[in-house]
């Protein structure tokens, strides 16, 4: 379990989770460092917030619900399975959460690279002098080998960091995933320093940024930039590759300029995932390198 | 007995919001209906001169909201209907002469007179859209078949579903398509256009010069059908009463010589 996560549903309205933080302090770290997303985002949306095991005093309270609202988000119910907690937020007038908060799908995370990020001016003179993206087109039907399991990162659980109190191995904190079920529609931005999914499309004009890994399940059109910060390793994915640009930690790349079917009826290539390769961004079926 | 308050908009300028707004009314008025169409560009009103009206205009929204006048001595009786009404803007001033709450109260109004008020927004997403919408519970989305016309159309989509508890309805048209230009992949299809937007499709109005006819003798196509984008109208303010009526068959004639004749004679023969 992740850290801190916020998920959103159309009939369920967005609830902000930091059940998976150890103690307050944790969580009001997480809770102002990750809760960056645009305001546009929390507006007329029914928000709710899970402390899940946390134990708070009602000043703690009082000091989580000022941190969510500094970012427009206002809580309207607070979910816990704390008796402590459950009388502090009683005491702050905050209505108790009924039923069970949504929660996500487990989710396996890369260890991130922390580069120091430098402005790439070559990036952006190729990008208008037309030099475009490359696809990987020699490798679209190898299947996974058994070796790519087998040197998949190391996945460090937060059950683990419970029990002795430190993280288990040595590798910098999760990231926290954004997960979103909605369309993105024209002008709308959703950035995170973390991993960001999307299960909906991202219509042109809307962008999306992300420390992490980007994830659209459905048609990215719009723009996208992943690895923010540096992380050459991110990754941008989606069932239809589509966008206007695309850019990795430094890099930027746009689709190909070759004239192209430009409308829906073009037969579809499918999901694509691009990444940094050389230091510039490649198109590839392939699932993980 | 409380009316329908729609506003068209578009975000993008030029897609033919002043012409829906002209013909849509027209065409409610025409099955009965009392409707107010209410000009919310101000500084830029057209919608008096779509309707032939623009002689007859003493006083305007902005006189009204400013309590120089009553809104009864502002509303213009249309030339043939007389449940039709025009609210007209005031051409001397501009957007910043009506706020959101002076709005709500003029809608509030309206609606109790009218069956439907129509009111047409400015272009873009700033104070006059909003104002526009202020005391709206229904939108109408008007597109073209291009690029930039959808991405502005997605923009204010994504206005108006931030809005959901005022605006609990919102619905596309997509108008000037050339279907023949659909056919040899030059223009974006029906089906192009909703992958993106993605919202109920309320009419499609194809592109037809009788537009630019109507519009300069002030006469709204939609008064009669005899012509393909009058008919298309029609069938919008039809759906718009809660009538299920099938979308027109627009794929483009054979070109003989003798449909072109036919054509020619009646402009409205559609083929089945």
Same mark, same amino acid.
């Given at each position: 379990m992740s850290k801190i996560a916020i998920i959103s549903q159309p009939d369920q309205g967005v609830l902000i989770d930091v059940s998976g933080c150890n103690t307050m302090q944790e969580a009001s770290e997480h809770l102002s460092s990750t809760l960056q997303v645009s305001s546009q985002f929390w507006k007329g949306s029914n928000v709710a917030l899970n402390l899940g095991r946390l134990e708070l005093a009602p000043q703690q309270v009082a000091q989580v619900l000022a941190i969510a609202k500094g970012v427009g988000a206002n809580p309207q119910q607070v979910f816990?399975?704390?008796?402590?907690?459950?009388?502090?937020?009683?005491?702050?007038?905050?209505?108790?959460?009924?039923?069970?908060?949504?929660?996500?799908?487990?989710v396996s995370l890369d260890a991130q690279l922390q580069h120091d990020f430098e402005a790439d001016e070559e990036a952006v003179d190729e990008i208008s002098s037309g030099k475009t993206v490359e696809e990987d087109v020699t490798h679209l039907y190898e299947t996974q080998e058994s070796q790519d399991i087998a040197d998949a990162p190391e996945v460090s659980l937060a059950e683990e960091t419970d029990e002795k109190g430190e993280s288990a191995t040595k590798s910098p904190?999760?990231?926290?995933?954004?997960?979103?079920?909605?369309?993105?529609?024209?002008?709308?931005?959703?950035?995170?320093?973390?991993?960001?999914?999307?299960?909906?499309?991202?219509?042109?004009?809307?962008?999306?940024?992300?420390?992490?890994?980007?994830?659209?399940?459905?048609?990215?059109?719009?723009?996208?930039?992943?690895?923010?910060?540096?992380?050459?390793?991110?990754?941008?994915?989606?069932?239809?590759l589509q966008p206007i640009q695309i850019r990795i930690a430094h890099a930027i790349a746009r689709?190909?300029?070759?004239?192209?079917?430009?409308?829906?009826?073009?037969?579809?290539?499918?999901?694509?995932?691009?990444?940094?390769?050389?230091?510039?961004?490649?198109?590839?079926?392939r699932n993980i390198e | 007995m409380s009316g329908r308050v729609i506003t068209i908009t578009s975000g993008k300028g030029g897609v033919g919001k002043t012409t829906a707004s002209a013909n849509i009314g027209v065409a409610l008025a025409s099955t009965g209906a009392s409707v107010a169409l209410v000009d919310m560009d101000i500084g830029l009103?057209?919608?008096?001169?779509?309707?032939?009206?623009?002689?007859r205009v003493v006083y305007n929204l902005v006189d009204v909201v400013e309590e120089r006048c009553k809104l009864r001595q502002a509303l213009v009786k249309d030339k043939k209907m007389p449940n039709l009404s025009l609210l007209p803007a005031a051409q001397t001033r501009d957007?910043?002469? !009506?706020?959101? &709450?002076?709005?709500?109260?003029?809608?509030?109004?309206?609606? *109790?007179?009218f069956e439907f008020v129509v009111i047409d927004s400015p272009a873009g997403i700033e104070s006059g859209f909003q104002n526009a919408i202020a005391g709206a519970e229904e939108a109408i989305v008007i597109t073209t078949p291009e690029m930039s016309a959808v991405r502005d159309a997605d923009r204010i989509i994504g206005l108006l579903e931030a809005r959901k508890d005022e605006i609990q309805e919102y619905r596309l048209v997509i108008n000037r398509i050339r279907p023949s230009m659909v056919k040899n992949n030059d223009m974006m299809s029906v089906d192009d256009v909703l992958e993106i937007l993605s919202?109920?499709?309320?009419?499609? !109005?194809?592109? &037809?010069?009788?537009?630019?006819?109507?519009?300069?003798?002030? *006469?709204?196509?939609?008064g009669t059908d005899n012509t393909r984008s009058?008919?298309?109208?029609?069938?919008?303010?039809?759906?718009?009463?809660?009538?299920?009526?099938?979308?027109?068959?627009?794929?483009?004639?054979?070109?003989?010589?003798?449909?072109?004749?036919?054509?020619?004679f009646n402009p409205a023969a559609v083929r089945v």
């Open positions: 816990t399975s704390n008796e402590t907690t459950k009388v502090s937020l009683m005491q702050n007038n905050v209505k108790l959460g009924d039923g069970v908060p949504m929660s996500l799908p487990n904190p999760l990231p926290a995933v954004l997960y979103l079920r909605q369309t993105l529609r024209s002008g709308q931005t959703v950035s995170h320093k973390g991993h960001l999914v999307i299960v909906g499309d991202v219509n042109p004009g809307a962008e999306l940024m992300a420390e992490g890994d980007i994830t659209v399940w459905g048609a990215l059109r719009g723009i996208a930039h992943a690895g923010i910060g540096g992380n050459v390793g991110a990754e941008i994915r989606a069932l239809k689709s190909p300029d070759k004239p192209q079917v430009k409308f829906a009826s073009q037969k579809g290539a499918g999901p694509e995932t691009a990444r940094l390769v050389d230091g510039k961004i490649r198109i590839s079926k | 009103r057209n919608l008096d001169i779509l309707m032939g009206l623009e002689n957007k910043t002469a !009506v706020n959101s &709450d002076q709005m709500k109260q003029l809608c509030a109004e309206l609606k *109790e007179l919202v109920k499709l309320l009419g499609v !109005v194809p592109e &037809d010069s009788e537009i630019i006819t109507s519009t300069n003798k002030g *006469e709204p196509v939609s009058g008919l298309a109208f029609r069938n919008i303010a039809r759906r718009l009463r809660g009538e299920d009526v099938p979308f027109m068959d627009l794929d483009p004639q054979n070109s003989t010589w003798f449909s072109r004749i036919v054509q020619f």
